[in-house]
Nanobody, 124 residues
Framework: QVQLEESGGGLVPAGESLRLSCTGSRRPVGRYAMGWFRQAPGKEREFVAGISWSGSSTYYADSVKARFTISRYNADNTVYLQMNNLKPEDTAVYYC?????????????????WGQGTQVTVSS
């Protein structure tokens, strides 16, 4: 079992930045992808960004491309999400996740482990 813990959420005005962090309690055997999803009230959980084990492959939702950057530091089993130029529509609970296949798939059903989530609220 892997426990993921997110931090870094908060309330910011539109145009500002936040950096989310997520650390896993242990490293699974093999290579695995990590990523971020978000869920706004009344909406389904959606893929935000994913990153392969090596960090050489990154994937983004169209809505955040060019504003968000995902990165990881395997030595600490940590993944980050730098969010710039935040918009009110980015308001959601953000979840960290781990995909044992290292494919960083956009379908949340393929991800094995999840954090509890951290709230991000962007005011207009």
């Amino acid at each position: 079992q892997v426990q993921l813990e997110e931090s870094g959420g908060g309330l910011v005005p539109a145009g500002e930045s936040l950096r989310l962090s997520c650390t896993g309690s242990r490293r699974p055997v093999g290579r695995y992808a990590m990523g971020w999803f978000r869920q706004a009230p009344g909406k389904e959980r959606e893929f935000v960004a994913g990153i392969s084990w090596s960090g050489s492959s990154t994937y983004y939702a169209d809505s955040v491309k060019a504003r968000f950057t995902i990165s990881r530091y395997n030595a600490d089993n940590t993944v980050y999400l730098q969010m710039n130029n935040l918009k009110p529509e980015d308001t959601a609970v953000y979840y960290c996740a781990l995909d044992l296949s290292d494919r960083a798939r956009r379908d949340p059903t393929f991800w094995a482990y999840w954090g509890q989530g951290t709230q991000v609220t962007v005011s207009s």
